[in-house]
């Protein structure tokens, strides 16, 4: 649009909203959080380029809290960093100990494993430290008239199986058993008394930390058993915990 001339005053005038030239522009300071860093590809491995992208967002500095000179990184990027510290926890590592009765965790074993009511296994005690199963003679005696290998191996197993739901309820009973060795230094001539003790807090933190970054947790379990008061087997049994 062109200004308008008034010859008796020798001044131009504009249109409302037109600016001159010589106006001076009014400056807008840009924020902190819209600096972009430069892109730096990553060749070979790694996240690729869409975590590339994820480094350009960043986040608004709080006014008054953080220095000028600290940048804020996204969140999921924050997150991914103290999840490999091991300071972030979840939800599932605060669970408390599953607090089962022993016939809780009798009815349990005979529902979801068959073989442990058939067997006759019963439980004697149970709790997060400490869990005993009462394997009977009778049903699971051999042509020796002495408890069965074969029976006194899967009782071992399946006590520190329990053993392990009771101190993993996160994992809702998604447990197996990836290896087991066991030992026979005597006849077993009576009931057998299987008693599997709780290995170290630090044992358990192990496991549980596993579970939560890798989506699976190992741990070793020792379980005993005795006959008429001889140690009778001792089984050593490696069990991995699943997300549920």
């Excluded at 008796?8 to 819209?34: D, F, N």
């Excluded at 892109?39 to 986040?59: C, H, N, S, V, Y």
């Excluded at 058993?177 to 026979?184: H, W």
Aim: aromatic share 4%; charged share 20%; hydrophobic share 35%.
């Amino acid at each position: 649009m062109r200004p308008n001339r008034i010859p008796e005053s020798g001044k131009t005038r504009h249109p409302v909203g037109c600016r001159t030239a010589h106006q001076k522009q009014p400056e807008t300071a840009i924020p902190p959080c819209t600096l972009l860093p430069p892109l730096r590809p990553k060749r070979g491995g790694g996240l690729g380029w869409g975590w590339q992208f994820a480094e350009l967002l960043w986040l608004p500095q709080p006014i008054g809290k953080v220095s000028p000179a600290a940048t804020a990184p996204t969140l999921a990027l924050l997150c991914k960093r103290e999840r490999g510290r091991g300071s972030l926890k979840t939800q599932s590592s605060l669970k408390p100990p599953n607090t089962m009765t022993p016939h809780q965790l009798q009815d349990f074993l005979h529902r979801h494993i068959p073989a442990c009511a058939a067997l006759g296994i019963r439980v004697v005690s149970c709790s997060s430290g400490r869990v005993e199963l009462l394997l009977p003679h009778a049903p699971n005696r051999n042509h020796k008239n002495t408890v069965f290998g074969g029976s006194t191996a899967l009782g071992a197993t399946v006590c520190g199986w329990a053993l392990v739901h009771l101190n993993c309820p996160q994992a809702g009973g998604n447990i197996v058993i990836q290896s087991g060795e066991t030992r026979y230094p005597a006849p077993a001539r009576g009931d057998l008394l299987l008693c599997a003790d709780s290995p170290t807090e630090s044992d358990w933190q192990r496991c549980r930390t596993m579970l939560e970054q890798r989506g699976k947790g190992k741990i070793t379990i020792e379980v005993r058993a005795y006959s008429q008061n001889v140690l009778a087997a001792e089984f050593s049994g490696r069990y991995v915990v699943l997300a549920a």
